[in-house]
């Protein structure tokens, strides 16, 4: 436990709090290696790893890393950055991750509420799949807006309880 060694937290505590809130994120859908990953680096005091100080943090093989760090740049949940004068890459989850990706989630909606509009059209408006395909697409509809709507509202309590960036 490379970090919390220096820095005079008690490196079971962290261990301990990583593979929990790992467990919590792997409960609500996320895989198990992207959880504990992105658990290690939110709870790093610096917000940001190499491979290797993840891998040994979480006793795990850089290809697992490699995967996992994909699988999160994906979802916008952490960045890669390069350590100035190194090959090496720094992977790092920002004080905004959560709210990065939610907002990202815009693109998803979008082509969900495509696909959704198709297959109202394709199964018919007025027959019950149609229907049921129809309620799907206001559903995803009003929390597109609601999204938006929430996000202003955090941003305005972020600097309330934070401060300005």
Known sequence: ?????????????????????????????????????????????????????????????????????????????????????????RYRVHGDQWYEALTNRETVLKRWEGALREGVTSLGADTPAGRRMAETLAFFEFVEVEIVKMMERWRVHRERTFGPE
Request: proline residues 3%; aromatic residues 4%; negative net charge.
């Open 1 to 89: 436990m490379t970090e919390s060694a220096g820095s005079g937290r008690d490196a079971e505590a962290v261990s301990r709090f990583v593979e929990s809130f790992a467990a919590q994120l792997v409960e609500a859908g996320l895989a198990r290696m992207p959880a504990r990953v992105f658990a290690a680096l939110l709870s790093s005091d610096e917000g940001s790893m190499t491979s290797a100080e993840l891998g040994e943090q979480l006793r795990i093989s850089p290809a697992a890393v490699s995967g996992a760090v994909r699988y999160l740049a994906q979802q916008h949940m952490v960045s890669r950055e390069r350590e100035p004068g190194s090959r090496r890459e």
